[in-house]
C-alpha cells in the first residue's frame, strides 16, 4: 500500500480527544495517509519515512467536512421565491410542493446530473461526506428513484417521504401517512440507511411523525427529525424520548426541550443557511453549548428555504450570529457532524486520528480561525477524500 507524508503544516485540526485543547490541534505537524486511511499524525520531526511527500507549506490541515443534512435530488430551483422573501413574503413550507412538481417531471438522469453536480460543489468547499434526503417526489415511484439517485453519490440517504402532504392527498392525510408507512417505505428502505419526518405545523404532527419513524424503524432504517423550525412544536422532544441521534433545525426552543437535549445526549444540528435565507431568527448555539448540549452544523443544501452547498459559510455565520466560537464551529462540522450520521467511530470521519478516512481539507490559511474570519473567500486549497486528492 502506498504511504504518503503531508508536512510543514502549520496547525492540525485532529479532533483527538487525547491531545490538548478543543480541537486537538497540534503546530508544525505531519500526518501520514496509507491506502485511503490516516496512519500516523504528530510533529513534522518526528515523521516516518514514506513513499511520497506533500508540502503544506505551513497552511492548516483539517478534517474533511461532514454535511449531515441535504436535500439534493430535485429539480428546478425557487430563486423567485427567495427575492419575494427578501422584499417582505415569509418563507412558507407550501413551496416544497413547487419543487414536488418540477421534480416528478424530470427524468432520472437530470436528477442524478444535477445532484452531482451540487456534491462537487461541495468538494471543493471541503465536504467529503454528505448525507443526502430525498423528499421531493412524494409518490412511490419518484421516492424510490430519488433515493435510487443519492445512492450512487452516498452512502447516507434519507427517506423524507413524510417531508409535506402531497396535492393530491390535501383531502386525506391519513392516507398519505398510510401510504408512506407501507408500499412507499417498502420501495424505499433498501436504497435508506435512514427515516425523517418534516415535524412541524403544515406538515406532520408528533402522532404523524411517531407512526412514520416507528414504521421505518421496524424496515431497518433509523430515525431523524426536522422539527422546531417554524416554530415551537413537540418534535424536539419527540426526538429527545426516541433516543434519536440527531434531530435538525432547532431554532425555536423552549427550556425543557433543551434539557431534554442536554438528558438524552440528542445532537442539536442546526441550519443556519435557512435562517440566513428565511429571515428567520438563528437558533441560539450558545444557550444549547452552555447547557452540554452536543451541537452539529449542516447546510440543509435545498432549493427552498436554504440554496447553499458551502460548508464553512455556515460555519462563518455559526461563529458570528449563534454565539459559536471559531473551535466549537469547526468541532460542529467534523467531529459532530460524523457523530451524527454515526459515523464517529474507530474507522469514521471527522477525526485526524489513525484508522480513520483519510478525508482532509487543506486552507490556503494558517488555522482553523480563517474559516470564520475571512468569510466568503474561498479558502479550500485541496482535498483529499479516502487518501486520494480529489481537489
Ligand atoms: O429542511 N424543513 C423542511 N424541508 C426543507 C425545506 C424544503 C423546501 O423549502 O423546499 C428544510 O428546510
Ligand atoms: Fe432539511
Not at 505531519?30 to 503544506?56: Q, S
Not at 423524507?160 to 408507512?181: F, I, K, Q, R, S
Not at 482532509?360 to 486520494?388: E, N, S
Request: aromatic letters at 4%.
Amino acid at each position: 500500500m502506498t504511504s504518503t507524508l503531508l508536512t510543514n503544516i502549520g496547525e492540525l485540526v485532529t479532533n483527538d480527544p487525547d491531545r490538548a485543547g478543543p480541537l486537538g490541534a497540534v503546530e508544525d505537524a505531519a500526518l501520514v495517509v496509507e491506502g485511503d486511511r490516516i496512519a500516523w499524525v504528530g510533529h513534522a520531526a518526528d515523521a516516518p519515512a514514506a513513499d511520497a511527500a506533500v508540502d503544506a507549506g505551513g497552511r492548516a490541515v483539517l478534517p474533511g467536512f461532514v454535511d449531515s443534512h441535504s436535500h439534493l435530488v430535485f429539480a428546478g430551483d425557487r430563486a423567485q421565491e427567495f427575492a419575494a422573501r427578501m422584499s417582505g413574503t415569509p418563507y412558507a413550507a407550501g413551496g416544497i410542493r413547487t419543487t414536488v412538481a418540477a421534480t416528478r417531471a424530470a427524468t432520472d438522469e437530470q436528477l442524478l446530473s444535477h445532484a452531482a453536480r451540487l456534491v462537487q460543489e461541495m468538494l471543493r468547499q471541503g465536504t467529503t461526506t454528505v448525507e443526502i434526503k430525498s423528499g421531493y417526489g412524494l409518490s412511490v415511484r419518484d421516492e424510490a428513484r430519488s433515493l435510487a439517485v443519492a445512492r450512487q453519490l452516498t452512502e447516507q440517504t434519507t427517506f423524507l417521504g413524510a417531508h409535506v402532504v402531497p396535492p393530491e392527498y390535501a383531502d386525506d392525510p391519513a392516507g398519505y401517512v398510510a401510504l408512506v408507512t407501507g408500499p412507499m417505505l417498502e420501495a424505499c428502505a433498501p436504497h435508506a440507511r435512514w427515516i425523517d419526518v418534516f415535524c412541524e405545523t403544515g406538515a406532520f404532527d408528533a402522532d404523524q411523525a411517531r407512526a412514520v419513524l416507528d414504521a421505518g424503524e421496524a424496515a431497518g432504517l433509523r430515525g431523524r427529525l426536522h422539527a422546531n423550525q417554524l416554530g415551537p412544536g413537540p418534535g424536539v422532544r419527540l426526538a429527545c424520548e426516541r433516543g434519536l441521534l440527531a434531530v435538525d433545525h432547532c431554532t425555536y426552543l423552549d427550556d425543557a426541550d433543551v434539557d431534554a437535549l442536554r438528558d438524552s445526549g440528542t445532537i442539536a444540528t442546526l441550519l443556519p443557511g435557512v435562517e440566513f435565507s428565511t429571515r428567520q431568527p438563528y437558533p441560539d448555539a450558545r444557550r444549547l453549548l452552555d447547557a452540554g448540549v452536543r451541537v452539529a452544523l449542516a447546510s440543509d443544501c435545498n432549493p427552498g428555504s436554504c440554496f447553499t452547498s458551502s460548508i464553512p459559510f455556515c460555519l462563518a455565520m455559526a461563529v458570528r450570529e449563534m454565539g459559536m466560537t471559531p473551535a466549537e464551529a469547526v468541532h460542529a462540522v467534523t467531529a459532530t457532524a460524523a457523530a451524527a450520521l454515526d459515523l464517529d467511530g474507530a474507522d469514521g470521519v471527522g477525526r485526524l486520528v489513525p484508522g480513520r478516512r483519510a478525508d482532509l481539507v487543506l486552507l490556503d490559511a494558517p488555522t482553523h480561525v480563517h474559516l470564520a474570519y475571512r468569510p466568503g473567500v474561498p479558502l479550500v486549497a485541496g482535498v483529499w477524500q479516502g487518501g486520494r486528492p480529489v481537489v
